[in-house]
């Protein structure tokens, strides 16, 4: 069983950097495919980003402003935001799965284990 912590969210200004970390603890890190999803308000879950044997993966509306990467040695996976929009506000969720994937849209019943989330919220 996998866990996964998410932390770095915060608040922060239209055009500003963030980056968000996700540690996990209880199995072998870098046999997962790791992936980022969000849910904004009233909103379903969405992909960000993912990182696989295959790729590295970003859905539309951050490429070239995200950046997914990942630490074996700390068993951490990061994304790094720049110029942030206020569309980009949302809770954002690491989730880890066994299965190799590949595309610009991770379906979330792919994913077999899942953070509690980290709020990012930017401002205009």
């Known amino acids: 069983q996998v866990q996964l912590v998410e932390s770095g969210g915060g608040l922060v200004q239209a055009g500003g950097s963030l980056r968000v970390s996700c540690t996990a603890s209880?199995?072998?890190?870098?046999?997962?495919?790791m992936g980022w999803f969000r849910q904004a308000p009233g909103k379903e879950r969405e992909f960000v980003a993912g990182?696989?044997?295959?790729?590295?993966y970003y859905t539309d509306s951050v490429k070239g402003r995200f950046t997914i990467s990942r630490d074996n040695a700390k068993n951490t996976q990061y994304l790094q935001m720049n110029r942030l929009e206020p569309e980009d506000t949302a809770v954002y969720y690491c989730?880890?799965?066994?299965?190799?994937?590949?595309?610009?849209?991770?379906?979330?019943?792919?994913?077999?284990?899942w953070g509690k989330g980290t709020l990012v919220t930017v401002s205009s």
């Open positions: 990182l696989s044997r295959f790729g590295i």
């Open positions: 209880g199995g072998t890190f870098s046999s997962y495919t």
């Open positions: 989730a880890a799965t066994v299965t190799s994937i590949r595309g610009d849209n991770w379906p979330r019943a792919l994913m077999d284990y």
